[in-house]
């Protein structure tokens, strides 16, 4: 069975700092893995995606993320934090595509000024 | 404009009571599922639909039954509600047999006295 761990339910950094979101999943099969962001009071939003290929996957408002087959890892990179980046994100793997979605528990990002 | 609506947005309601959940769609997608998010942000599927075909049901509560008139809705009926039912319920939808992305609503907020 598919499962997902994401290391920290809550990350704190400076605006400008460098964002780091850790996500480790488990899959028998090659995955389909997603970050979504969930802004308060609000519904999920897709980041990115990786389903095959280019391993480094770009997404909106500057985040990427890097599939790491020998680590089962897939963690979220942002450069440079900004306060609009204050929100909830959630990492998710899928089996045969977007049918069934296996979210981590979510990690809360504040960010400081 | 909305891709995926829910309504209503809150629900405060007693327990024993029965209510419905409605979510429609304007994507022209066939497949829609409800999510479930407990006070923890801990999102777990409940069920998908696939051209108005129940196609997974994640062992929920049989207190909980969902109703797809036609592929651009899918409707969640809850009788006789308890305290533990209170969460957001998050509707989804996306293409079958893709890696396409699951779009999700706003959330439904019901909260149970």
């Known amino acids: 069975a598919q499962s997902v761990t994401q290391l920290g339910s809550h990350v704190s950094v400076s605006e400008g700092a460098l964002v780091l979101l850790r996500c480790n999943y488990s899959s028998s099969v090659p995955p389909y893995l997603f970050w979504y962001v969930q802004y308060p009071n609000q519904g999920l939003q897709l980041l990115l995606k990786?389903?095959?290929?280019?391993?480094l996957v770009k997404g909106i408002n500057g985040f990427e993320a890097e599939f790491k087959k020998s680590e089962t890892s897939f963690h979220l990179t942002k450069p440079s934090a900004h306060m609009s980046d204050a929100a909830e994100y959630f990492c998710?793997?899928?089996?045969?595509?977007?049918?069934?979605?296996?979210f981590g528990q979510g990690t809360r990002l504040t960010i400081n000024p | 404009d909305t891709a995926v609506s829910q309504t209503p947005k809150y629900l405060v309601t007693q327990m024993g009571n029965d209510k419905s959940i409605k979510c429609e769609q304007n994507?022209?997608?066939?497949?829609m599922y409800w999510y479930k998010q407990d006070s923890k942000k801990f999102l777990k599927i409940m069920f998908s639909?696939?051209?108005?075909?129940?196609?997974i049901n994640e062992t929920v509560p049989n207190r909980f039954s969902p109703k797809s008139p036609d592929k651009a809705h899918l409707n969640l009926h809850i009788n006789s509600l308890e305290l533990g039912d209170s969460a957001v319920y998050f509707c989804?939808?996306?293409?079958?047999?893709?890696?396409?992305?699951?779009?999700f609503g706003p959330g439904t907020r019901l909260t149970v006295l």
């Open positions: 639909y696939n051209n108005k075909e129940l196609i």
């Open positions: 989804a939808s996306t293409y079958s047999g893709t890696t396409d992305t699951q779009y």
């Open positions: 998710a793997v899928s089996e045969g595509g977007a049918q069934k979605l296996v």
């Open positions: 990786y389903t095959t290929g280019a391993t």
């Open positions: 994507l022209g997608h066939d497949t």
